[in-house]
């Protein structure tokens, strides 16, 4: 079994900031990407940013500039550092993860259970 946490969310005025963070554990064996994604009300899970193994990133270019993603020196987490918030990035935001576990063969992919952006003044 494997459980995400985040952490980090709640309410902020335009143009400020928050960093959100998740932490994987479990049976786990191998990490090969993190992410975050975020679903506003009636609209479909988008994706925000991922990072491999590796360090490679990719961001939704929404963000682009404004956010940043990191992993931990565990490599067991990773954070979401946002910068410049806007109304438009209100939404809940969701910690993903490829993960190999020690239980199972093939790589899956596991989710956390959200935690609420809400930008406004």
């Known amino acids: 079994q494997v459980q995400l946490v985040e952490s980090g969310g709640g309410l902020v005025q335009p143009g400020g900031s928050l960093r959100l963070s998740c932490g994987a554990s479990?049976?786990?064996?191998?990490?090969?990407?993190m992410g975050w994604y975020r679903q506003a009300p009636g609209k479909q899970r988008e994706l925000v940013a991922t990072?491999?193994?590796?360090?490679?990133?990719i961001y939704a270019d929404s963000v682009k500039g404004r956010f940043t993603i990191s992993r931990g020196n565990a490599k067991n987490t990773v954070f979401l550092q946002m910068n410049s918030l806007k109304p438009e990035d209100t939404a809940v935001y969701y910690c993903?993860?490829?993960?190999?576990?020690?239980?199972?063969?093939?790589?899956?992919?596991?989710w956390g259970q959200g935690t609420q952006v809400t930008v406004s003044s």
């Open positions: 479990g049976n786990i064996f191998s990490i090969a990407a």
């Open positions: 990072i491999a193994s590796g360090g490679k990133t």
């Open positions: 993903n993860a490829h993960i190999i576990t020690t239980t199972l063969p093939g790589a899956f992919d596991y």
